[in-house]
């Protein structure tokens, strides 16, 4: 136990030591995110897949209600009283051959609208994930320029001044390309 105290004192020494070097900021990752355009412009992206997949799968639940009311239209007409066997038979078939396609259409739209979920997540992520390395280039870029050697998410800070809070200038320098905010240039007046 002696020997242990000596060490880890050594230890935190060292690791001290680097930490006085130093020059540390914050920044609101959460803002920063949701106010770059391009997280914008991948909401809304997302919205207008998850909308158009939602209008696809009701066209086919759609035409899924009217194979079922078929179905009833055939069981009650099974319970005609004066078919004859031969006609009863037939139409029993034919009610069959229609359940199984109701019950295929059921799991195909199912699977369907699974596989086009999953689809529409995983591009999603890897947009997400291509923002998210852009916003850290940017702010190891601007954390440099300030000279800064660390900066940390303001989120996760007990206590901050704030006086070496980046998360404004940040904002700007990633939203500089702003398709929505910047305009052309002003044609020549001759």
């Known amino acids: 136990m002696k020997t242990i105290l000596p060490l880890l004192a050594f230890a935190l020494a060292l690791n001290l030591a680097p930490a006085a070097e130093q020059t540390i900021a914050t920044a609101d990752f959460k803002s920063i995110y949701s106010k ?17 997949l939602q209008k696809l799968v009701e066209k086919f639940l759609e035409d899924q209600k009217g194979l079922g009311q078929q179905i009833e239209g055939m069981k009650r007409a099974l319970k005609a009283p004066n078919l004859n066997p031969l006609d009863r038979q037939r139409r029993v078939q034919q009610l069959d051959k229609k359940m199984r396609e109701y019950t295929e259409n059921d799991k195909s739209i199912t699977i369907f609208h699974r596989g086009k979920v999953k689809k529409i997540q995983e591009e999603d992520r890897k947009e997400r994930d291509a923002i998210v390395g852009e916003i850290k280039v940017v702010v190891g870029a601007k954390a440099k320029q300030e000279g800064f050697t660390l ?15 980046l998360t404004l200038r940040i904002i700007t320098q990633l939203n500089i390309n702003d398709p929505d905010k910047v305009s052309a240039p002003a044609p020549k007046k001759k």
């Open 36 to 52: 770059y355009w391009k997280t914008v412009q991948a909401d809304k992206k997302l919205k207008g897949e998850q909308d158009k």
């Open 151 to 165: 900066v940390l998410d303001k989120n996760s800070v007990l206590f901050t001044d704030n006086s070496a809070d």
